[in-house]
């Protein structure tokens, strides 16, 4: 089904809808090609209005390239700063509402290009470092908290997220993941099987680290699943890290189609292209197995983008 905007909503479900899947939607592939951008860029420490700015900035640059969505870092909007966060929570966390996202709003709109942007959130008394996804009108379509939150994370006070999160755009799904997500096969699985064609990362990645992540981890996961993959890395100093950069995505046999590099700011931009997507799950089909059958567990479908 379409929405009066014709961009493609699973089964015409409102934002915040949790549905499972069916064989039939590990089947779908969309109809025409999209450009993904992944953006870096050095951030300011606990300076929510300077890195919306920059977000802006990133989002204008990536639509001069053709990219219908980009994607950005881990906490990029506050920085990875866990212990300033913890001691302000109301003034360092954000939401749809937050007048200080208005500069970032406004690009997507003038550009017509969907953003998804990491931010600490507040809710229902528990903080999150969730990914916020805004689509072409500057709206805001779906927030995603990350599930996996490392050790050190829980021993600031964050919550792990409940559920997983696809979103939709022009007949694409994409799975949300933030950071160490990544690190758990079964993310990425549950992403694919509920019928994604790409998997999204906002990370921070330490320059050691980021040489795995892209060497082998996430060409694993894109030929795991047959799907693109895209990672947003975090470049620069950021709380007790420095990111590697490299900001990257993968094709879905694992193949890198860009690559960032140390660029600041910095893209990594390329086409998701459903001739490629269809060509690999052929090769390799993976999500053809009767295992794969079983009903998977319920995900958050967002408004599309």
Known sequence: ?????????????????????SMDDLQRTPTAPLTLAAGQAA???????????TAADLVRRAADRGAALLVLPELFLSGYELPGIVADPAHHTT?????????????????RTALVV?????????????ALAFDRDGK????????????????????????????TLD?????????????????????????????LNGAMFGQGFVAKSNTFLFPARAMDNTCYMLLANH???????????HSAIWGPLGEQLADAGEADPGLAVAVVDPERLRAAREEEPVLVDPSLAVTAGPRIVGGAL
């Open 95 to 111: 939401s749809a509402e937050d007048p200080r996202l208005d500069p970032l709003r406004a690009a997507c709109a003038d550009r």
């Open 1 to 21: 089904m379409k929405d009066p905007q014709g961009w493609f909503t699973p089964d015409n479900a409102p934002p915040g809808t949790l549905r499972s899947t």
């Open 171 to 199: 007949g694409w799904r994409f799975g949300l993941s933030i950071c160490w997500d990544s690190s758990f096969p079964e993310h990425a699985r549950a992403a694919a099987v509920d019928g994604c064609h790409a998997y």
């Open 140 to 167: 805001l379509a779906a927030t995603y908290d990350k599930q996996h939150v490392t050790p050190n994370e829980r021993a600031h006070g964050f919550a792990p997220g409940g559920g997983g999160c696809t979103l």
């Open 118 to 130: 990491g931010a600490p959130t507040l809710a229902e008394g528990r903080l999150h470092i969730s």
């Open 43 to 53: 951030c300011v420490p606990l300076d929510l209005v300077a890195n919306a700015a």
């Open 235 to 245: 470049s620069g100093p950021s709380g007790p890290y420095v990111g590697g950069g």
